[in-house]
């Protein structure tokens, strides 16, 4: 199937911290399905940690301990979220940090493996213009003439959105370079970060 006609769901986390091998845990999942650059389903979802929020962490992405009591666990949003992604490809932006606090949520709930295809848009903004200094969401939105609140960013729902549609001014220019199937992607280094087993 040709990369425009895949569908996708992009997604993106927000977090108590940087690092999920040293405690830290998920406080968002935001994401979008996508399909031929429409969004057909949504998933957003914040989540307890437990654990009094990091002003920093506030700060950066305005969610606030009083957002986050009552609302359900890590290990339970993240069951939700991967029935809801079913076998569809997986994209995240930086998709390392994300991929970290997805496979730690797999180990601390004995959740097996993460066994899906994930796509890095970071490496793929690299991959097509090698001689850019920055590839953050901001730098990108812009370089590709997407509409960004600024404002909204780091916030999960508002970033996969906004991913989705990078991704997809992506996929039209691999397309030019005559990159047009999964298979074909997959080959260049650094794009598919994770496959499936």
């Given at each position: 199937m040709n990369l425009l006609e895949e569908t996708y769901v992009v997604f993106d986390l927000e977090t108590t911290g940087l690092k999920a091998k040293e405690g830290n845990s998920i406080i968002e999942?935001?994401?979008?399905?996508?399909?031929?650059?429409?969004?057909?389903?949504?998933?957003?979802?914040?989540?307890?940690?437990?654990?009094?929020?990091?002003?920093?962490?506030?700060?950066?992405?305005?969610?606030?301990?009083?957002?986050?009591?009552?609302?359900?666990?890590?290990?339970?949003?993240?069951?939700?979220?991967?029935?809801?992604?079913?076998?569809?490809?997986?994209?995240?932006?930086?998709?390392?940090?994300?991929?970290s606090f997805m496979k730690m949520a797999f180990f601390k709930y004995s959740l097996g493996t993460f066994n899906y295809h994930v796509i890095d848009t970071l490496g793929l903004s690299r991959y097509l213009e090698p001689f850019e200094r920055y590839h953050n969401l901001t730098v990108l939105s812009s370089r590709y003439a997407i509409q960004w609140d600024e404002n909204k960013h780091h916030r999960a729902d508002y970033d996969a959105e906004g991913t989705s549609l990078i991704l997809y001014e992506m996929l039209k220019r691999l397309e030019k370079r005559n990159i047009v199937t999964f298979e074909e992607l997959s080959k260049i280094p650094k794009i598919l970060v994770n496959k499936r087993i």
């Open positions: 999942i935001g994401a979008v399905r996508v399909q031929n650059n429409k969004v057909v389903d949504r998933f957003d979802e914040l989540i307890n940690p437990g654990v009094p929020l990091d002003p920093e962490i506030t700060r950066i992405t305005t969610i606030t301990d009083a957002m986050l009591e009552g609302k359900r666990t890590e290990e339970e949003v993240v069951k939700d979220f991967i029935k809801w992604v079913g076998d569809d490809i997986l994209v995240a932006h930086n998709a390392q940090f994300d991929l």
